[in-house]
Each structure stands twice: as structure tokens, then as C-alpha cells.
Nanobody, 127 residues
Framework: QLQLVESGGGLVQPGGSLRLSCAAS????????IGWFRQAPGKEREGVSC????????NYASSVKGRFTISRDNAKNTVYLQMNSLKPEDTAVYYC????????????????????WGQGTQVTVSL
């Protein structure tokens, strides 16, 4: 059974940091493009960041650029999203998603074209 499991969410004060993890089970992430998405109450899901399966290409939403960093550790079968300088508007449920590509390519996607999704982890930024 192929699963993605997010962890690392929680409650943090504005200006604080969190590191989200996206761990895969039942398959290896080596050939998978990974995207991070978020959905706040009453809003549509939006792409936050993505990383190519080669690890050579990353992309960020303008609202998080310079504050968030995506990375992958294929040896641990995990992708991370380091979130710094968090703002109340970052409050949302964060999801990771995976898309298989047959070869390593310097591409990733900030829109919903992914095959597998995790269950999400709540991030709340508040005093």
C-alpha cells in the first residue's frame, strides 16, 4: 500500500519555525516529484512548493519564497518543508503529494497533477 504521511505541524507563534516531513511507505520516492500544498478554511488548496525527482529543481509560491525551503533525503525516503518566519496567513492544513516520472527530470509542478496524497498536517500560526 502506497502512503504518504505528513508530520511536524503544530501551533507556533508568528515569526517562529516548523519543519514538516513527508515520509513515504510502500514505495521509494526516488523517481517521484513531490509537491507541498496547503488549504486554509474557506479557501482553495494552493501550491506552496515542489521539488523535482532529481532534486535539482525547486519552486515556491511567491507568498513563501525566501521563508520556506523544500528538500529531499532519498536515503530516508522523506521530503521536508522548512518553514521560517511564519505568519498567521500561513495557517492551513499542509499536504504533500507525489507524482511518478519514469526518468529523473528537472521539473516539478505547483498545481494538482499528483497521484498520491497524504492526509495532511495542521499548521497554526497564532499568539
Amino acid at each position: 500500500q502506497l502512503q504518504l504521511v505528513e508530520s511536524g505541524g503544530g501551533l507556533v507563534q508568528p515569526g517562529g519555525s516548523l519543519r514538516l516531513s513527508c515520509a513515504a511507505s510502500g514505495f521509494t520516492l526516488n523517481n517521484y516529484v513531490i509537491g507541498w500544498f496547503r488549504q486554509a478554511p474557506g479557501k482553495e488548496r494552493e501550491g506552496v512548493s515542489c521539488i523535482s525527482n532529481s532534486g535539482l529543481m525547486t519552486n515556491y509560491a511567491s507568498s513563501v519564497k525566501g521563508r520556506f525551503t523544500i528538500s529531499r533525503d532519498n536515503a530516508k525516503n522523506t521530503v521536508y518543508l522548512q518553514m521560517n518566519s511564519l505568519k498567521p496567513e500561513d495557517t492551513a492544513v499542509y499536504y504533500c503529494a507525489a507524482l511518478y516520472l519514469p526518468s529523473l527530470q528537472p521539473i516539478c509542478y505547483m498545481f494538482d497533477t499528483y497521484n498520491y496524497w497524504g492526509q495532511g498536517t495542521q499548521v497554526t500560526v497564532s499568539l
